[in-house]
């Protein structure tokens, strides 16, 4: 019996862990979310199936949340400083890091059989908190494609 309960809690605390270290772009997309100032769009497959036919740049995004939130205070930029630096980005390749004079700007993206499956944009400055969550299937091909034409 104890080594029944012993394997139980083992296995609860190694699947907590592992979801408690892909979670930490969630809970750094909800503590923003709840910010009393905080500005949200969601787009969800729905929203972005009536926008593809006008925007070929569009293909294989299957939902976008956007959060900003001007004028946080220091307390929260601290909060959201150590949320940051501390999450360990398990599955995410880190494309872009960039830690300056109180502003952070991380770009992460998620790759699954040769598709983009997840790309986060974190910028948190002195006062701002902004962040972008693209999912889907992204061809990379695609996304270089968006890039040369913008650049």
């Known amino acids: 019996m104890k080594t029944k309960i012993l394997i139980l809690a083992l296995a609860a605390f190694c699947s907590f862990s592992s979801i408690s270290a892909s979670n930490c772009i969630d809970n750094l997309f909800n503590t923003a979310s709840r910010m009393p100032n905080a500005e949200k769009v969601n787009l969800n497959s729905f929203v972005l199936g009536l926008l593809k036919p006008f ?28 949320i940051i630096t501390q999450c360990d980005s398990n599955g995410y390749e880190t494309v872009t ?9 991380r770009i ?8 983009i499956r997840e790309i ?32």
């Open 55 to 82: 925007s070929s740049e569009l293909k294989g995004i299957k939902s976008m949340s956007i959060i900003d939130a001007e004028n946080i205070s220091s307390k929260d930029y601290t909060r959201f400083e150590k």
């Open 120 to 151: 986060v944009i974190i910028s948190l400055e002195e006062n701002e908190i902004s962040l972008i969550r693209i999912k889907g299937k992204i061809d990379p091909n695609q996304m270089q494609n968006i890039i040369e034409d913008n650049a």
């Open 108 to 115: 992460l993206m998620k790759i699954e059989k040769e598709k």
């Open 97 to 105: 890091s960039s830690n300056e004079e109180n502003e952070i700007v």
